[in-house]
């Protein structure tokens, strides 16, 4: 429980740090260096614990779940929180369940009744939401970021059918520093291609700080945290996370960023939280 309270808090957190980084250096670039610092912790670990490499065909998997849980969805939803708040990032990330639902309806597999009652709830309490931004939706801006983030919660969605389809045939854990080494030298090399980087002299002490933050707090310390809470805490129970981290970036956004909060983002934030609970659960009931 307190792993999962650990996991339920920082991960809140770190939409907020990385609105923070975002602020002084070019989204993309925060992120490969993120996840670059990220997976020398993860694989000097286990090369030290002299974990087995992965083997042929492993390594398809390896980088395709690097470009889309990292490239995509981690690199889309930092660069996205650039233009919009971090609460508002944070509740858009939280409903990627909403897109496994249609993209298991697209494969063939038919929606139970709460799914479907879920999505729409979810659906309405969005609209609430967005209902204080009806000024802010005029901005290009403002809309190019909502579509970032919607994106990174599709990539999200794929990424974690595709996690779940292939986990067996690897160490998962031992991948997913693999799969952010991969995914930082694919960012670095698109910034340096498209000239949307900065000389790393150059990017302030505020960045390297959020940079740093979110390496140890956002990538290590509360993924073991995660996997613990998995490994300890019925499935049902160790996904409360997923409802609370949107809650604690709004919170904290408001006091710290001076973030909107008003009535209708609260009802409309407890609104889609509540369908997303009933999504959820009906999917790991399957």
């Given at each position: 429980?307190?792993?999962?309270?650990?996991?339920?808090?920082f991960?809140?957190?770190?939409?907020?740090?990385?609105?923070?980084?975002?602020?002084?250096?070019p989204?993309?670039?925060?992120a490969?260096i993120?996840q670059?610092l990220?997976?020398?912790?993860?694989?000097?670990f286990?090369l030290?614990?002299?974990?087995?490499?992965?083997?042929?065909?492993?390594?398809?998997t390896?980088?395709?779940?690097?470009i889309?849980?990292?490239?995509l969805?981690?690199?889309?939803s930092?660069w996205?929180?650039?233009?919009i708040?971090?609460?508002?990032g944070?509740?858009?990330g939280?409903?990627f369940?909403?897109w496994?639902?249609?993209?298991?309806?697209?494969?063939?597999?038919?929606p139970?009744?709460w799914s479907?009652?879920?999505l729409?709830?979810?659906?309405?309490?969005?609209?609430?939401?967005?209902?204080?931004?009806?000024?802010?939706?005029?901005?290009?801006?403002?809309?190019?970021?909502?579509v970032l983030?919607?994106l990174?919660t599709?990539?999200w969605?794929?990424?974690?059918m595709y996690?779940?389809?292939?986990?067996?045939?690897?160490?998962p854990?031992?991948?997913l520093?693999?799969?952010?080494?991969?995914?930082?030298i694919?960012?670095?090399?698109?910034?340096?291609?498209?000239?949307?980087?900065?000389?790393v002299?150059?990017?302030?002490?505020?960045?390297?700080?959020?940079i740093?933050?979110?390496?140890?707090?956002?990538?290590v310390?509360?993924?073991?945290?995660?996997?613990?809470?998995?490994q300890?805490?019925?499935?049902?129970?160790?996904s409360?996370?997923?409802?609370?981290?949107?809650?604690?970036?709004v919170?904290?956004?408001?006091f710290?960023?001076?973030?909107p909060?008003?009535?209708?983002?609260?009802?409309?934030?407890t609104?889609?939280?509540?369908g997303?609970?009933?999504?959820?659960?009906?999917i790991r009931k399957?």
């Open positions: 429980m307190l792993a999962l309270i650990w996991v339920s808090f991960w809140g957190t770190t939409w907020l740090a990385s609105k923070e980084g975002v602020k002084h250096m989204a993309l670039q925060l490969a993120r670059f990220g997976a020398a912790i993860y694989i000097s286990f030290y614990k002299k974990t087995p490499w992965p083997k042929g065909k492993q390594w398809k390896i980088v395709i779940l690097s889309l849980n990292f490239v969805s981690n690199g889309l930092t996205g929180v650039k233009y708040s971090s609460g508002l944070a509740i858009i939280a409903v369940p909403l496994i639902v249609i993209i298991s309806f697209f494969q063939g597999e038919k139970s009744k479907v009652v879920g729409l709830i979810s659906f309405g309490g969005v609209c609430l939401i967005f209902y204080d931004y009806l000024a802010d939706l005029l901005k290009p801006d403002f809309r190019f970021g909502i983030s919607v990174a599709l990539t969605a794929f990424g974690s996690t779940k389809k292939k986990a067996a045939s690897f160490n854990y031992f991948s520093g693999l799969q952010m080494l991969l995914s930082s694919l960012l670095f090399a698109y910034t340096g291609a498209t000239g949307t980087s900065i000389n002299m150059e990017i302030p002490a505020a960045s390297w700080w959020s740093a933050y979110l390496v140890i707090f956002g990538s310390f509360t993924f073991i945290a995660f996997i613990y809470a998995l300890n805490l019925p499935a049902e129970v160790s409360i996370y997923a409802y609370i981290n949107p809650i604690v970036a919170i904290l956004g408001s710290i960023f001076d973030e909060l008003t009535f209708m983002i609260g009802i409309g934030g609104v889609t939280l509540f997303l609970y009933l999504v959820n659960r009906n399957k």
